[in-house]
């Protein structure tokens, strides 16, 4: 099983600063099969990025994905106020699928 | 509008049983993938099952494995979870999702399953 770590945990960071969450796998991702997800309270999550770098529909672009093989990074230009929420990397290369732990980035 | 609606959770005892159901709307149900994540509270995310269009490859995160059964109804756009024997550790609130090459693109709102001792 492929065990994502993320970092940091928790992000302070104020509106219209740039945020850069990491991702990091146990073992190489296959294919870079690589997912990013949003959740803000009481929601549902959100497809951000897949395949490392391919933003979702309708995804702005002041989000972006990028890496390879076990490290991974979203970066979030220029916060905007409702980018506040938690985080997710998720690698759907082999199975199990699994999820990192998440990063709450919080107004600061 | 792509919508799953996730209804079925509920209050059940250690060694219970539950079915989810979800129903699924504005988009092809018979063409993708579909898939239950689950969330327990105030934790993240864990993959739990998904299933292929025809209903014919299947597959469980290890502690659902003999516990669980995922499986669908392309002529109803439903997606079901049996769910047997549950444990303390399944409470969580349960997402139905689709499934586009690994990456789950729609959500459900959930529906929240718990499991008392």
């Known amino acids: 099983e492929i065990v994502l770590t993320q970092s940091p945990g928790t992000l302070s960071l104020s509106p219209g600063e740039g945020a850069t969450l990491s991702c990091r796998a146990s073992?190489?991702?296959?294919?870079?099969?690589l997912a990013w997800y949003q959740q803000k309270p009481g929601q549902a999550p959100r497809l951000l990025i897949h395949d490392t770098s391919n933003r979702a529909t309708g995804i702005p672009d002041r989000f972006s994905g990028s890496g390879s093989r076990t490290d991974f990074t979203l970066t979030i230009n220029r916060l905007e106020p409702e980018d506040f929420a938690v985080y997710y990397c998720?690698?759907?290369?082999?199975?199990?699928?699994?999820f990192g732990q998440g990063t709450k980035v919080e107004i600061k | 509008e792509v919508q799953l609606v996730e209804s079925g959770g509920g209050l059940v005892q250690s060694g219970g049983s539950l079915r989810l159901s979800c129903a699924a709307s504005g988009f092809s149900f018979s063409t993708y993938w579909v898939a239950w994540v689950r969330q327990a509270p105030g934790k993240g995310l864990e993959w739990v099952a998904n299933?292929?269009?025809?209903?014919?490859?299947?597959y469980y995160v290890d502690s659902a494995k003999g516990r669980f059964t995922i499986y669908r109804d392309n002529a109803k756009s439903s997606l079901y979870l049996q769910m047997n024997s549950l444990r303390v550790e399944d409470t969580a609130l349960y997402y139905c999702?689709?499934?586009?090459?690994?990456?789950?693109?729609?959500w459900g709102q959930g529906t929240l399953v718990t499991v008392s001792s």
């Open positions: 299933i292929g269009q025809d209903g014919n490859e299947l």
């Open positions: 998720q690698q759907y290369g082999s199975l199990p699928r699994t």
């Open positions: 073992q190489s991702v296959s294919g870079n099969h």
């Open positions: 999702v689709t499934d586009q090459r690994g990456a789950f693109d729609y």
